[in-house]
């Protein structure tokens, strides 16, 4: 780690050279200039003049660097420096114009993830490859590990090489889940969780490629990994667990991306399944709740998207004794036939359940696409129903009670009669 | 010793960009720069293989930080970083530093890189007072002579000799036909196909003449014309390269680090070697290694091509770089650091003749002196055309061990013309 601090701080030496300082210098007064002056005043402006701003001060850097060339003196530095910010601004300007193409948070994410941790990192690669040797750097052994000395390169593999697994993987694997989608005609949460599959072993993979390479002794890993079982065994057994039950859940395929389940008493969708927990969206208040992937796997859990996605909802609804309960189950059945988002086949089917005391109950049950949607199926169904009965003169009655007082006077004073209740 | 500092080149500057350059150079301390943290002192070194600088170095990287350790000491506050550059890539590597002022002060590298970094104007002269001139050996200093000045300076000596196992031969060839009668025995033999490491095969022919005058060049679209005894030289040197080809014991490597792999590894007995790579071999195979001089002719010493190292100066280096440059470099060449480096990296020979080898006292010194003293070295005006024609040769050499060119034909393209 000496040697690596040694050649860090000799590249400050550089700037002990006149012609070094001279376009750093420059170069770090017109990007002040732009930081200090120009953009605030632009900031007010539209994007499109900040952006022209930007431009401007590359055309400044670049014009720097021919002007040091043309004094006699080296100024492929200014030239690197004004390349650096010219590579920054043709990002922003992709950026905006896929903006008006993508959705923005795709592209956020996109760029926040990938675009400008690889930009940082080329910058700072060519940098040290001007600076100094960039194989000698990479070859500085930094300190020991399981035996072996561990170099900048490896360091470098082992911190960037998984983020970057983790990061890249999941593009180019969600457009080989949608290609197999169309081949094999897949369901969705299918896709979700063989691309989820894919992408656990993509990056277990290239941590096994990543160990090989930095050349870590296998003995001394597998020692460790003894040692550290019995720290899972007590330590983190529930992170463990709740990981083990995820992968098994999404080889059974019982709880998916996408699948709808039913969490205390709400439909609620799971929008994503991790390593530790699942998150699930629940409809009825937007909320996001994020449940243990343990609790599925131990708990008795009931899906509405296991082997198909239908609902069979239902309205309870009760007519007056005096209409013809075949008139009225006729009635109601028509009446879910032409409601929007109640399935033609299976049919919906009315029956009379019971004898109330003021009123006939009927049941009339549907079949829905949308589990999630029941609610609002149910209320458009139950709001056409009121207008069908309305229309055909069938009343839906509402409970009465007759309370007769008693005849004997010897009795106690009748009390005030109490408010009717159901 | 001291060393004439040449003045930076300044093309013409006018008007208000001189003004306003100086002015900033001058707030910011003048022509020293701004001074940060200790004196830094930048050295670029040519490896001779691609391989990156450990399977080459190996353990003289230790010794290389000796060396600074050492230097340091005389000079505290002074900080020494090494750059190692793959051949073939230090001048580019060079070039697109300097354009940034971010070149070496000091390079380390073949003739043939000094002279292609001091042709393209990437490295710049320095002058040797008397004294110094007498730390060096004569026959070294001409070649780098450029008017009162030179380009480069010799560093260290690496001649080229026979490696060979031990175990399996145990009194190495004299003669090229006695290698060949071994190999012929079962003695397995390894060849570079390079012509600077080939050339010594030369000698028992009498073709050395002939092969240097086609590495010397012609003017462009003419023949060679070689007089009739060299002409007969080169046709014996081109017959025996490629009766080697068909031996089944000898092999071509156009790789000389696979070379010294293949006799680490028991897979050759023989090879042709630089002596750069001698204390890694004796590093891995101990007191197995035997080290000889090259195979001559029946009656005639092999002459080979040394490889010489030799320091040049950097462009860019502030005064006070530039300054600890030289002391680095006479540092380099003084009769104590020559001596610990000879002894201390079996395989390289001063270049400072107050250094006594131990030629009584050690075999090993022995052959590396007496492959030195018989050995050549080209002077190239022109490197880089003269590093053409040099790959053209391999590549008809190649053809010829592969059995693809017989003799007559391949001689017909040596001499043909140039394009």
Known sequence: MNQLLYEIVGWLGFLSRPVVLLQCLTTAGFALGYALWLRPRLKARRYRVSVLGAVGLWGVLRLNGLVIEQLGYPGDLATYFAQVWGAWVLLAVIRLLLLTRCPAKQIQLLYSRIVQPLFVLFVAGSLVNQLASLRDVAEIPLFPLFGSPLTTSNLFLLLTIPYFLVAFSAIPLVWLGHLLQRLFHFSHGTRAAGTLVLRYLLVAAGVLWLMHRVGLNTSAIAAIAGGLSVGIGFGIKEVFSNFISGLWLLFEGSVRPGSVLFIDGDPCEVRSLGLRAAVLWRNRDNAELVIPNQTFFTATTTTYTGSDSLRRSAVEIGAAYRHDPVVVIALLEEVARATVGVRVEPAPRAFLVRYSESSIDYSLRFWIDDPLGNLSIQSAVSQAIWHAFTANGIEIPFPQRVIHPPTDSTGPTPAAPAPQQD | ?419
Not at chain 2, 41 to 49: C, G, P, Q
Not at chain 2, 139 to 146: A, H, K, L
Not at chain 2, 165 to 184: G, H, K, M, Y
Not at chain 2, 278 to 298: K, T
Request: with cysteine.
């Open chain 2, 1 to 419: 010793m001291g060393f004439g500092l040449a003045p930076l080149p300044l093309a013409p500057v006018k008007g208000l960009g001189l003004l306003a350059a100086l002015a900033l150079l001058l707030a910011c301390g003048g022509c020293g720069g701004i001074a940060v943290g200790p004196d830094n002192l930048y050295i670029s070194v040519e490896t001779s293989t691609n391989y990156g600088s450990t399977s080459e170095l190996g353990d003289n990287r230790n010794i290389s930080r000796s060396l600074i350790e050492k230097f340091r000491s005389l000079n505290p506050g002074v900080a020494v970083h090494i750059r190692h550059f793959p051949a073939g890539e230090l001048v580019a590597a060079t070039r697109f530093r300097d354009g940034r002022g971010l070149g070496p002060d000091l390079i380390v590298s073949r003739v043939v890189t000094a002279l292609q970094l001091h042709q393209q104007g990437l490295s710049s002269d320095v002058s040797l007072d008397p004294d110094a001139r007498n730390r060096l050996e004569p026959r070294f200093q001409n070649s780098f002579r450029n008017g009162s000045k030179a380009f480069a300076v010799p560093f260290l000596a690496q001649p080229q000799v026979a490696c060979f196992d031990r175990r399996r031969l145990r009194e190495p060839p004299r003669s090229v036909d006695a290698l060949l009668a071994l190999s012929a025995k079962g003695l397995r033999v390894g060849l570079p196909i390079s012509v600077g490491e080939l050339f010594w095969t030369t000698t028992a022919q009498g073709a050395g003449p002939a092969v240097a005058q086609l590495l010397n060049g012609r003017p462009a679209g003419e023949a060679a014309t070689l007089s009739a005894a060299d002409h007969r030289a080169l046709e014996r040197w081109i017959a025996w390269i490629y009766d080697s080809g068909l031996q089944q014991n000898v092999s071509f490597s156009d790789d000389p680090f696979e070379l010294v792999q293949q006799l680490e590894r028991g897979e050759r007995d023989w090879i042709s070697c630089s002596s750069l790579w001698i204390d890694g071999l004796r590093q891995r195979m101990g007191s197995h290694l035997g080290v000889s001089v090259l195979p001559g002719g029946a009656d005639t010493p092999a002459t080979p091509v040394t490889r010489l190292l030799v320091w040049s100066f950097g462009r860019h280096s502030s005064a006070r770089q530039r300054l600890l440059a030289e002391r680095f470099v006479a540092f380099s060449l003084n009769e104590v650091t020559q001596k610990q480096l000879m002894v201390a990296v079996p395989g390289n020979l001063p270049v400072n003749p107050n250094v006594l080898i131990p030629t009584r006292s050690s075999a090993l010194m022995a052959a590396l002196a007496f492959s030195l003293d018989h050995s050549r070295m080209f002077e190239f005006r022109d490197p880089d055309a003269a590093i053409v024609r040099g790959g053209r040769l391999e590549s008809v050499l190649k053809k010829v061990v592969q059995g693809e060119l017989p003799p007559e034909p391949a001689i017909a393209q040596l001499l043909a013309p140039t394009p």
